[in-house]
């Protein structure tokens, strides 16, 4: 399965993260992030090899990466989201296309 990575520029904050996640022959998603951000530096120390489908498929609530991310401390981050996008197209569940937040 493919490496796949994904830039964030998370706004206000103007920290950049890249997250980079690959799929294992179990189908568990492993993720490397290098941010400037440093609450999602420490969090990325607690990650370990996920099952894809704890990523993908539990509600907001029960899902592993959020409860990961909870942590944080903006509630609108965009880091958590972009973790489930990478790790659904490392599994070759999704295909990749840009997700964008534009003010008008």
């Known amino acids: 399965m493919p490496e796949i ?3 964030v520029e998370a706004g206000v904050c103007q920290f950049k993260t890249v997250v980079i996640a690959n799929i294992d ?3 568990n998603v492993t993720y490397r992030i290098k941010s400037e951000c440093p609450e999602i530096r420490a969090m990325a120390k ?3 090899a ?3 489908f704890d990523v993908i498929a539990a509600p907001f609530t029960d899902n592993v990466v959020y409860k990961a991310c909870s942590n944080l401390p903006h509630v609108s981050c965009p880091v958590p989201c972009t973790m489930i996008k990478v790790g659904e197209a490392s599994a070759e569940l999704a295909l990749k296309k840009d997700v964008t937040i534009k003010f008008d």
């Open 5 to 7: 990575t994904a830039t």
């Open 25 to 27: 022959d179990e189908m």
């Open 46 to 48: 607690t990650l370990e």
């Open 50 to 52: 996920i099952p894809v």
